[in-house]
């Protein structure tokens, strides 16, 4: 894989206030990549260093090659940004708003009406963008992130504003950039919505890098339980062989928490019995979060 984005051993300080500490990862081309954190953890310093907007206090942040504050021209121009809070000149149309952003990026104006109506904005092309909604203006945000056809796609908070199915078409369109090779990096605290989108995720806390993998990664490394419920058939007693503990659950479930390693005993005891239903829920990515944050917060960095 080719690596389009390397921050090694970056820190950024605002005088005493150290907003982040030696952090290190890549993004490859090719992939989705969640960057998590709460409020104050770093997320919007590291895109900033990214962008070439802030330098880094230390260490190197190299993207497509170059360090993005001093590069060429052309590589800035391969990258999109959506900031969290998008803001245009109300005066302008959808259309308008484009073409002066396709102009700083020296991007084809030819690509607008694709990208309007992409973003489900054709029909509000040529509205000024102050009759625009919250929702409206952030699809506006997305289409002009995308002006250029950037090669690396940073979004702060991309789907707030957005009713479900235009979220659900801009996942889809995400997995599409994706395909053709483009790295994608979302910062959200819509934990349960990148569930399943991301190929990984980088949580931070106070500044720091507390971990970084795949979802299985990171079930490995957490060990967290796996929730395993049942229903039994008819008649069934509310019990289930195998020696360990189930508890009821709504007067006809019967549910326990398996460890890593006894995930399959416990599934075979499940499947002996006769059963109506069957779930199995391993550890969420809302439950990873805060099982590495717990830690960092026990170690008192």
């Known amino acids: ?18 907003a982040v500490k030696d952090v290190s990862f890549s993004l490859e081309a090719g992939e989705i990549v969640a960057l998590v954190g709460h409020n104050g953890a770093g997320k919007t310093t590291l895109i900033k260093m990214m962008l070439g907007l802030l330098r880094p206090t230390a260490g190197a942040v190299r993207v497509l090659g170059e360090d993005p504050a001093t590069g060429s021209a052309e590589v800035r121009t391969r990258l999109g940004y959506l900031p969290e809070n998008v803001s245009f000149n109300p005066a302008l149309t959808g259309t308008e708003t484009l073409r002066f952003y396709a ?157 890593p390693e006894d995930k399959v005993e416990l599934l075979r005891a499940a499947m002996r019995a006769e059963i109506a239903d069957l779930d199995v829920t391993p550890p969420t990515l809302d439950e990873l979060y805060a099982h590495f944050q717990d830690i960092e917060r026990e170690a008192g960095r």
Not at 1 to 18: D, Q, R, Y
Not at 108 to 121: T, W
Not at 223 to 234: D, F, G, M, Q
């Open 103 to 259: 102009a700083l990026k020296r991007a084809g104006r030819d690509q607008i009406p694709g990208l309007l109506d992409r973003v489900g904005l054709a029909a509000a092309a040529n509205r000024r963008v102050r009759t625009y909604s919250k929702g409206m203006r952030q699809r506006l945000g997305l289409a002009q992130a995308l002006l250029g056809q950037p090669k690396v796609l940073l979004l702060d908070e991309p789907t707030t504003g957005l009713d479900p199915a235009s979220r659900r078409d801009f996942y889809r369109f995400l997995d599409e950039l994706r395909d053709t090779g483009s790295t994608i990096l979302l910062s959200s605290h819509a934990l349960s919505e990148l569930e399943g989108r991301a190929d990984r995720v980088v949580i931070v806390g106070r500044g720091v890098k507390i971990a970084d993998g795949t979802l299985d990664e990171l079930r490995r490394i957490a060990r967290l339980p796996t929730r395993i419920r049942v229903k039994l058939a008819e008649g069934e007693e509310r019990r289930l062989d195998g020696g360990r503990d189930w508890r009821a659950v709504n007067g006809h479930m019967l549910e326990i928490d398996a460890a």
């Open 1 to 18: 894989m080719t690596t389009t984005i390397e921050l090694s051993g970056v820190s950024k300080s605002f005088g005493a206030i150290e």
